[in-house]
């Protein structure tokens, strides 16, 4: 997930004075939840919990920002594994766990765009408002069954 860089806001080391952020999706990996393309409203240092959607740095490549799935704790960091079983296997399969110190923030919402060229009616834009915002809730279900396979 390269694309947007986010910045913290600090107040003299006190913490971050705005812990929100945005982040781009690219690729398959987190399909059906997310999708390329879809932008996602990330709370930076928010504990993490199995079960949760992350943004956190890529283990080898550190400049690299990936969205996975929280799915256990385990002795030296996170097992993260992306929610499409059929894409190519760039989570935990492949680099193992994840120091907790890579896991940057929780995804809490996810939103696309409105299309370029469409009518920007009070209608089109409801319609958009209903489909195309949605909150992304910790699965703790889902991660059992991830942890399964």
């Known amino acids: 997930m390269p694309g947007r860089w986010w910045r913290r806001m600090t107040d003299r080391g006190r913490g971050p004075l705005f812990p929100y952020g945005v982040a781009e999706v690219t690729g398959p990996s987190m399909v059906p939840t997310l999708r390329h393309g879809d932008r996602l409203l990330v709370r930076y240092g928010a504990p993490p919990r199995p079960g949760a959607v992350a943004v956190l740095r890529h283990p080898f490549r550190q400049d690299l920002l990936i969205v996975k799935r929280l799915v256990e704790r385990r002795d030296g960091g996170w097992w993260v594994l992306g929610d499409n079983t059929d894409a190519e296997a760039a989570d935990s399969r492949t680099f193992g766990t994840v120091p907790a110190g890579l896991v940057l923030g ?10 370029p060229g469409r009518q920007r009616s009070a209608a089109v834009v409801l319609a958009w408002l209903v489909s195309a915002v949605r909150p992304v809730p910790a699965d703790r279900s889902l991660s059992r069954r991830l942890r399964a396979r």
Not at 106 to 115: D, E, T
């Open 106 to 115: 929780l995804v809490r919402a996810r939103y696309r765009g409105i299309r």
